[in-house]
């Protein structure tokens, strides 16, 4: 079983976004976008800092498509940075998808 780390979701966050972004700060904001859904994890890159992590479900409500908009929402007030962090947490869940495609357990994207 192949498993993700914090490395390969930036690795395919990257690539996921290909022919979308334009300059240094575009693919900065999908990697922090290829990380955020992650932040339900106690363990995790940014779970680390989380303080509700140990309380929340991983792969709940920060990975699905609901809360990929959510996750977003906050980098609006950042000019142009929303859409990559959205590409970014979308290509979260293709990289989940793909682990658990290859492993023992299915995971579905979901709505909300």
């Known amino acids: 079983m192949i498993i993700f780390n914090w490395a390969i979701h930036v690795i395919i966050g990257i690539l996921f976004s290909m022919g979308f972004t334009t300059g240094q700060m575009d693919i900065f904001f999908v990697v922090i976008g290829s990380l955020l859904p992650d932040i339900d994890h106690h363990r995790s890159l940014l779970g680390r800092f989380n303080l509700l992590s140990p309380f929340m479900t991983h792969r709940g409500f920060s990975h699905t498509l609901?809360?990929?908009?959510?996750?977003?929402?906050?980098?609006?007030?950042?000019?142009?940075?929303?859409?990559?962090?959205?590409?970014?947490?979308?290509?979260?869940?293709?990289?989940?998808?793909?682990?658990?495609?290859?492993?023992?357990?299915?995971?579905?994207i979901k709505i909300w």
Do not use: E, W
């Open 66 to 108: 609901l809360g990929c908009i959510c996750l977003s929402l906050p980098f609006l007030y950042i000019k142009g940075a929303a859409p990559y962090v959205f590409l970014g947490a979308i290509s979260h869940l293709f990289a989940d998808r793909l682990q658990s495609a290859t492993g023992n357990r299915m995971f579905k």
